[in-house]
């Protein structure tokens, strides 16, 4: 039987709301818990749009992630 993957956008869809704006240590506490939650894909920003991105993804690299990889890992 074929696996349903699930790819979340959160970090980089959810950061479009007017008003929403989610720091560094907000990205990785998000990221820990969608790890957590088993999603298999995390896209976390879109590299080099910002200031905070290229961080992001340095810092992510470091987290002890179980489940979850970046969509542009592979």
Do not use: C, W
């Amino acid at each position: 039987m074929a696996r349903i993957q699930i790819y979340d956008t959160t970090l980089r869809d959810g950061s479009q709301g007017e008003g929403v704006n989610f720091s560094l240590e907000d990205k990785l506490a998000i990221t820990l818990k969608l790890d957590e939650f088993g999603f298999d894909y995390i896209e976390g920003a879109i590299p080099f749009r910002t200031r905070k991105t290229p961080e992001y993804f340095q810092r992510v690299a470091d987290l002890p992630l179980k489940h979850a990889k970046s969509p542009r890992s592979e």
